[in-house]
Each structure stands twice: as C-alpha cells, then as structure tokens.
C-alpha cells in the first residue's frame, strides 16, 4: 500500500511512496495548474517522466540528479515516476525543475509533504543547484493569487512576482535555501513591492522642424487611438515623427502595464530591474519579418509584434517593402484587438490592441510629388508600387498624411512648435471624454461600432451633404466612411465640443491622401 511521509526521516527502498507538488504552466497568457506526482517503487533504477512533455522537461531528469547530489542530498536509487497532470496538455519549458526536485526531496524524506502544502514551486536548476529564471512568471503569480497558492520563484524572478498584490513570495536562490525556507529553518526575505515610477522620453515634438500637418495628425491618432500613415519622400521626418508618438500618449495605468507585462514575461522579456513596463511599448520590426514573427507563431505559439505592441505603437517603417502576406496577417488584429492562433494541438488567443504607424514613399524612387527633385517612375511604376498595400488594409488605416521635404527655412529657423508635454494634455483631455463616452478606458473613437457611429457622431443636413459628395468624388468603401466619421469626432474632442461641425468634417476628409487620384 502506497504511504505519504508525514514528517523527516529515513528512506526505506522496500515502501511505495508517493509525493506531490504543484506548479503551472502557461498557453498563452494564461496560467493553469499543473500536479507533479513523483512516485518511488522498488525495482530496476530508471527515472520516467511522463505527461506531455517537450524536450526541455525530459532533459531536466539529468538536471535534477546532478542539482540533488551537488546540493547536498541523495539522489533515490530505486524505480522513479513523475508524472505531470493534467496529462493530456503538453508541457514545454525548464521552470518544472524544482517542483520535481521538491516533490523527490519530500518523498525521500528530506521535505514533508505537509510542507508543500499550499506552495505552488517555478524555476530552472542548474547543475550545481542553484536555481534560474524562468519566463511566464508574471501570468503564474496571477494564478497563484487567485488559487490562494504562496509563490516559491528564483531569486531573479522575485521582483516580477512581486508585482501581484496580495500574494506570498518565497524567493530563494539555491535548492539547498528552498529547502531551508519551506523547512523553517531560516526566514523568508521580503521583496519590497512598488508601481511607481515616473516615465522619461529621450525624444520631444520640438525636435521636429515644421511638419505641423503631421504633427496635427499625430495628435489626432493619439487622441483617438486612429491608425496612421505617413506618405513622404527619404528624409522628410517620417520615422521621427512616428517614434515621438509614445511622448503625447497617456501614461499606462497600472492594470495596463501589468496586461502589457505578462505578455513580455510569457516572451521572457523582462528583466529583474525591469519587471513592469512603465512606458507604453514602441516596436518597429524590419520589413524582412516573417507573419510568425509579426503575428505569432510556432509549435507552442510565442507572442509576435503586434501582441508586444499591446497598449502601444506599431511601427511599420517601408510599408511596401513588407511581405503581401505579412501585412494582410494584420486585419484580424486591427479590427479586433487580439489575435488567435490555431496549431492541431492548441488554440492561444493574444491581445493586441495597438496604434499602427507606418511609413512609405511616395513611390519606389521616392520622389513623386516632390518639388525639388523630380520623380523618375512612370504613372504605371507609381501604381504598381503603392498596390503592393491592398485595399483593405488602407481602409484599416484611418489617417492617410503626406509629409513634404522640409525647407532649408524652416530647418534653420528658432521656432519648433509645441512641446510633447502640452500636446499630451489636449490628448489626455480628449480621452477623457471617451472615458465618459464608453465608461471604460479601453475603447476609443476608433474603436466605434456601427450603432455607435449613429448615435456618437451625428451629422447635421450639411454635413451629410458634405460627406456625400466626398464619397463620390474619392469612392470612397463604406469601412472608409465609417472612418472619417471616427476622425471627424476625434477632432471634435480635442476641441471640447459634442456636435461634429463642418470644420471637423473637412479635416478629416483631407487625411485620405491615397483615395485620390494619383494624377
């Protein structure tokens, strides 16, 4: 009959015994529980893992022997089983380390069962047995808060899980301190908790000369939430003007920079001095990535660009250069927020609600439009570059903003137009009246449904008269009419008033400079 230890003591090769810990694992962004049984019966020596899992579990039986001897303890000799449920969801990473090694030590009698007791155990050994980081901390904190489970983590991975309120930490360094810590032989540390923390740009608007159209329209995308493009020559400040958008945005609220950061811990791309994202994330990927690596991918599906992007920008430098398929990969995110990726073995959905700023030539010298050099692509060339975008994906991009070459004057001159800090609070306001709008930060003007455009922008006589003959002379798509009234009621937000006038309505009509006719 199998029998649980109850207390420290000596190992008796001729007893079944059968000893668990608990950990998680995470699919996704999210943390689910995972049983480790370890059982030891005479026989043969052997070591069996089973359950589901990947190659670096299965390695971590040869972890596991050399941590436990060289920690100071002996490895069991007899027939091992470890089994980790639920069996049927695959199990991939290094963090099963040391519940397996607490659940060996508990049934070689080092640990007490009773001791494990309400522990939830992540961490990678290594083979002198000091333990390591491992990634997806932050969604596993919030499973244990929420099961009621105290959190043993590396030491590294302290800070991380400090971020949930409410929740025991046991950091400890080694096998041998966890050890000690669960046995009570020495005191658990205190990780000190903080979500303060000012925000500091290295850039500002004012270090743009001119472009004060572009700089109008990034208002706007900020203050709404719109997408943004930018049409201009080499040269002519695009890539400044999108990386300054981050310094008029509204600083992250602490439920924001904790959505954000468990997407960057299920990446592994936090760090121990920097285990909460304080600044809403900016990522620009090179034209040359995959629709994996921009979306998300892989056998156990990782998070791509535009999760990382989450509550943030996505800059999109050299539109056209992007892969076709990788750019149509970005109309589910767009539209809705998130993204799903279906493997045989699993479905994860990750958000990824973003800005997206991007920025193409004109043309593929770069040149068409410009007054001071002359383009040296034909109409047919012209064409044939800007339809390497397709149609619904610049119907998904609410501002179309051409930016021109900068003059010498203006490059020269003294005055440099606002600063960030001024145009955030018109965009700060601006939000505010959404916030009353939609009675939850997390939806703006751009995101209005079609019942709510009728109700929330509403056009007088005029007005509707207006937008008539814009659609007609620009043929425009109902997705694209939609989207000037999105515009046109976030211009008029930032003026501070509830009826949308023909002024709104004009401004917004302008900013779709590819739905006019080239030539």
């Not at 047995?129 to 901390?137: E, H, T």
């Not at 899980?161 to 950091?171: G, M, N, R, T």
Request: hydrophobic share 40%; proline share 6%; aromatic share 6%.
């Amino acid at each position: 009959m199998r029998k649980y230890f109850k207390e420290i003591g000596p190992f008796d090769e001729t007893l079944y015994v059968l000893a668990k810990a608990y950990t998680a694992a995470v699919i996704g962004v999210e943390a689910f529980l995972v049983e480790v049984e370890v059982d030891i019966s005479y026989g043969l020596p052997g070591f069996s893992l089973v359950g589901l899992p990947d190659g670096a579990v299965k390695e971590s039986k040869e972890r596991l022997r050399a941590a436990i001897k060289n920690g100071g303890y002996d490895f069991p000799t007899q027939k091992i089983t470890v089994n980790l449920a639920p069996a049927d969801v695959k199990k991939e990473g290094t963090g099963f380390d040391l519940p397996i090694a607490a659940a060996l030590l508990a049934a070689t009698g080092v640990l007490s069962q009773e001791s494990l007791r309400g522990l939830l155990l992540i961490g990678e050994l290594s083979l002198d047995g000091q333990l390591k980081p491992a990634r997806g901390i932050l969604p596993i904190a919030l499973k244990a808060q929420k099961e009621g489970f105290s959190l043993v983590v590396p030491w590294e991975n302290a800070a991380e899980a400090a971020l949930v309120k409410d929740l025991q930490i046991i950091p400890a360094r080694s096998l041998s301190e966890m050890v000690e810590i669960i046995s009570g032989r020495k005191s658990i540390e205190k990780i000190p908790f903080s979500e303060s923390g000012e925000e500091t740009f290295l850039e500002d608007l004012t270090d743009i000369c001119g472009q004060e159209h572009a700089k109008r329209a990034l208002e706007i995308a900020a203050a709404g939430g719109h997408n943004l493009l930018f049409i201009g020559p080499p040269g002519s400040g695009k890539t400044m003007l999108a990386r300054r958008l981050p310094t008029i945005l509204p600083p992250m609220s602490y439920e924001e920079a904790l959505e954000t950061s468990r997407i960057y811990s299920v990446a592994g791309l936090l760090t121990r001095d920097r285990p909460l994202l304080k600044k809403r994330p900016f990522r620009a990927p090179h034209h040359s990535i995959s629709d994996a690596g921009l979306i998300g991918g892989g056998s156990n599906p990782r998070p791509g660009e535009v999760s990382l992007a989450h509550n943030g920008v996505l800059f999109l430098d050299e539109l056209p250069e992007f892969r076709r398929n990788v750019l149509e990969a970005l109309r589910q995110p767009l539209e809705e927020g998130l993204v799903t990726i279906a493997r045989s073995a699993v479905t994860v959905t990750y958000p990824a609600r973003f800005c997206l700023i991007a920025a193409m030539n004109p043309c593929k010298c770069g040149y068409f439009g410009d007054r001071s050099r002359p383009c040296q692509c034909s109409p047919q060339e012209v064409r044939r570059y800007r339809n390497k975008i397709s149609g619904p994906l610049l119907d998904r991009i609410d501002l179309h903003v051409e930016v021109p070459t900068v003059k010498y004057q203006e490059l020269g001159g003294e005055r440099r137009g606002e600063t960030s800090a001024t145009v955030r609070r018109r965009v700060e306001a601006a939000r505010t009246k959404q916030l009353a709008r939609f009675g939850t930060p997390k939806r703006l003007n751009a995101h209005l449904t079609s019942t709510e455009i009728t109700r929330h922008c509403y056009l007088n006589s005029e007005g509707q008269r207006l937008l008539e003959k814009a659609c007609e002379r620009l043929r425009l798509s109902a997705r694209a009419y939609h989207r000037i009234l999105k515009v046109a009621r976030t211009i008029a937000d930032l003026e501070g008033t509830d009826q949308i006038q023909i002024p709104h309505l004009l401004e917004a009509i302008q900013y779709r400079a590819l739905d006019r006719p080239l030539l």
